[in-house]
Nanobody, 124 residues
Framework: QVQLVESGGGLVQAGGSLRLSCVASGRTFSNYVMAWFRQAPGKEREFAAAIRWSGGSTYYTDSVKGRFTISRDIAKNTVYLQMNSLKPEDTAVYYC?????????????????WGQGTQVTVSS
């Protein structure tokens, strides 16, 4: 099992930026896929972005393409989510997640490791 700890959330005005961080520990991650999910009040948890630890290929949901960038720092075992041009509808708790295989299915039930979440609030 891998341990994940998120940080970097906060309150920002619409149009602003935030960078989330997720520090991973407990394993070697060469075969892992790391992802960011988000959950708004009263809504289901949804996929935002993912990155393959080996090779760095990235994947995004349509609503964040061109605004969010996922990246990883192998030396620091850290995954980042740079969020630009934030909108009020981006308001949610953001979770870092990990799984040990690649698949094009980003259903949350396919991820076995989760962080505690970090709140992002975008004011209009």
């Amino acid at each position: 099992q891998v341990q994940l700890v998120e940080s970097g959330g906060g309150l920002v005005q619409a149009g602003g930026s935030l960078r989330l961080s997720c520090v991973a520990s407990g394993r070697t991650f060469s075969n892992y896929v790391m992802a960011w999910f988000r959950q708004a009040p009263g809504k289901e948890r949804e996929f935002a972005a993912a990155i393959r630890w080996s090779g760095g290929s990235t994947y995004y949901t349509d609503s964040v393409k061109g605004r969010f960038t996922i990246s990883r720092d192998i030396a620091k075992n850290t995954v980042y989510l740079q969020m630009n041009s934030l909108k009020p509808e981006d308001t949610a708790v953001y979770y870092c997640a990990a799984r040990t295989y690649y698949s094009g299915n980003y259903d949350p039930t396919n991820f076995g490791s989760w962080g505690q979440g970090t709140q992002v609030t975008v004011s209009s």
